[in-house]
């Protein structure tokens, strides 16, 4: 193995505006077009930096509450204020050692982990 190519959550059906107003609009990531064979399957892929993240679309759909993506980021406490502004979720937890780190959940209440290593002096 040699990296993480992608992380896929499921989301229900007919969720894609939601999906690219939160992952696009409040997180900052680029949609990715999906290839022309996944298109008709809808969902939605999106991109920051190594980042990469498929919301795939599922009929029976029940989100991840506990399985995760754990995403680091710089400036923690920007992105969970502008997480709260727009109504979502943020619950702070300081029990992994050298990180600064807060749960979400997306517009369809998939469970997200941010984290950024806190700086040494």
Same mark, same amino acid.
């Given at each position: 193995?040699?990296?993480?190519?992608?992380?896929?959550?499921?989301?229900?059906?007919?969720?894609?505006?939601?999906?690219?107003?939160?992952?696009?609009?409040?997180?900052?990531?680029?949609?990715?077009?999906?290839?022309?064979?996944?298109?008709?399957?809808?969902?939605?892929?999106?991109?920051?930096?190594?980042?990469?993240?498929?919301?795939?679309?599922?009929?029976?759909?029940?989100? @991840? /509450?506990? =399985?995760?993506? !754990?995403?680091? &980021?710089?400036?923690?406490? #920007? +992105?969970? @204020? /502008?997480? =709260?502004?727009? !109504?979502?979720? &943020?619950?702070?937890?300081? #029990? +992994?050692?050298?990180?600064?780190?807060?749960?979400?959940?997306?517009?369809?209440?998939?469970?997200?982990?941010?984290?950024?290593?806190?700086?040494?002096?």
């Amino acid at each position: 193995m040699s990296s993480l190519d992608h992380v896929q959550l499921a989301a229900p059906p007919g969720s894609e505006d939601a999906l690219r107003t939160y992952y696009a609009d409040t997180l900052g990531m680029t949609e990715i077009p999906k290839p022309p064979a996944l298109a008709p399957r809808g969902g939605c892929w999106f991109a920051a930096g190594s980042v990469v993240l498929h919301l795939g679309i599922e009929e029976d759909f029940r989100p @991840a /509450r506990k =399985a995760h993506p !754990g995403i680091r &980021v710089h400036g923690i406490d #920007d +992105l969970a @204020a /502008r997480l =709260a502004e727009s !109504g979502a979720p &943020v619950t702070w937890d300081a #029990d +992994l050692p050298g990180h600064r780190r807060f749960y979400s959940q997306d517009p369809v209440g998939n469970r997200l982990e941010f984290l950024e290593p806190e700086v040494r002096e």
